[in-house]
């Protein structure tokens, strides 16, 4: 990359606690000829904090098209320029991805300085598995959308994280809990790195009483963790004999009948012998 081009830093700002930031993060702001942010008012108070007055441009979700081209022309001028969010890591569930993806299309450097994020903060207290999750932003707003969401997660295998508001808390672990086993592991961060932090591990059920006893827990920002569905994988799985046996009715008569009478003999699953027995039918079909 030639180095007369100025370079986009996406600097992660603190979720709460100031002190949350790096020494890279505050060099690169002080260093940088432009400061992008969502909320520039919001953002001057964390700059004053650490003595920074670069100069703010705002970048929001209403003028980011706009705005990224006009950046874009700034960096190619020579000037650099840092993003910010309001807090965390830009583009979590914040703007800046227009601007990202144009500058790297424009074949400029984009240079990522690590720090602080909600989704990330949580999941390392969670306590639940995370060598594999799925982060899925905002619940979505309404009712039905949200059981619907739901829904598609029950039977996920894997943790999985949302963000949601203080608004929404409440509503949300009661669509949750029409639609998950009331079992379910949760883990709802609130506040976190900040006075009133909380970090509540618990099973759905319990999660919900306690959000809808207590007005404190419906108040400020929240991380809410879901354990992943437990598949018992011998319930999964056909044994030898069952798809002998199966393989033998089958000769003889229709699925549902050879199903039916699989299941009663052997006491296994209907789905499971169902499914195996579709897969037969088909397999003669082919
Ligand atoms: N980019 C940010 C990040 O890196 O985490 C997230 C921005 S998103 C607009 C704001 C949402 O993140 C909040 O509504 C809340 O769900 C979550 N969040 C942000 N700060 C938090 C905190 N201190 N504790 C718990 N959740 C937080």
């Known amino acids: 990359m030639s180095s007369e081009y100025g370079k986009l830093y996406v600097v992660a700002t603190p979720i709460g606690n100031l002190a949350d930031i790096s020494f890279r993060a505050i060099e690169t702001l002080k260093q940088a000829d432009l400061i992008a942010a969502e909320d520039t008012r919001h953002v001057r108070m964390l700059l004053q904090h650490y003595g920074i007055t670069n100069k703010l441009v705002s970048l929001h979700q ?62 390392s207290v969670a306590g639940l598995p995370v060598t594999q999750f799925s982060f899925e932003g905002f619940s979505p707003r309404s009712a039905s959308a949200r059981k619907a969401f739901f829904l598609e997660k029950l039977t996920q295998p894997t943790t999985w994280v949302f963000y949601e508001s203080s608004h929404r808390i409440l509503d949300s672990l009661k669509d949750m809990a029409e639609v998950l086993p009331l079992d379910r592991q949760l883990v709802i961060a609130r506040e976190l790195t900040k006075l009133h932090e909380t970090i509540v591990k618990a099973p759905l059920g319990a999660a919900l009483a306690l959000v809808e006893s207590s007005d404190n827990m419906r ?68």
């Not at 910010?84 to 800046?96: E, K, Q, R």
């Open 219 to 286: 108040k400020g920002e929240f991380v809410v963790i879901v354990e992943g569905a437990i598949i018992d994988k011998k319930d999964q799985l056909i044994t030898p004999e069952q798809e002998k046996l199966l393989s033998v009715l089958l000769e003889e008569c229709s699925i549902k009948t050879a199903v039916d009478m699989a299941v009663k003999i052997t006491g296994a699953r209907k789905k499971i012998l169902y499914q195996a027995a579709l897969e037969m039918a088909q397999g003669k079909q082919d």
């Open 62 to 123: 209403h003028n980011e098209d706009k705005a990224s081209a006009g950046l874009l022309e700034k960096l190619r001028s020579g000037l650099s320029i840092a993003l910010v969010s309001d807090a965390g890591t830009p583009l979590l569930s914040d703007p800046g991805l227009p601007l990202v993806k144009l500058i790297k299309e424009a074949g400029l450097d984009v240079v990522p300085i690590p720090g602080a994020c909600a989704l990330i903060a949580a999941l």
